[in-house]
């Protein structure tokens, strides 16, 4: 790897777009919840892109509980809860709504933002450290 930071933003990215978002709550419920997890790969992704993976579904997590490592703003709340309304009000069963499509779009670019303010300081040592740190949620099964 270089010595310079400047690619770091860059996997980061990659990181936050192979999340996927889920609801967690019942259909009707009146303030969905939603979870991000590592999305299916089709191909395995390289170890730093890995780790980037696991620091942003961290700071999903963050996000969501309004605390972490590094401070979440509103624009970050803002945007995620956006992204559970509109995924909320997609039918179950459904394809994925363009509302959804678009705020997922910008919450990740959010999740990569501060997944950035996280490993600023050492980039290599903080993402291995804090991707250490992420226990992805239980396995579920769809049900056909």
Known sequence: MSKTNDHWKTVLQRGANALAFRITSPHNAVKPTMVAEP??????????????VAVCALVDSWVAGGEGQVLIDRPAVLTRQKLANAKAAEPPGSTQSPFSTGYAADYRLELARLAWLAIIDDPAGRLEALAAMYTPPEPWVKLV
């Open 39 to 52: 999305a299916p790969q089709k191909r395995v992704l390289p170890v730093m892109v890995y780790h980037a």
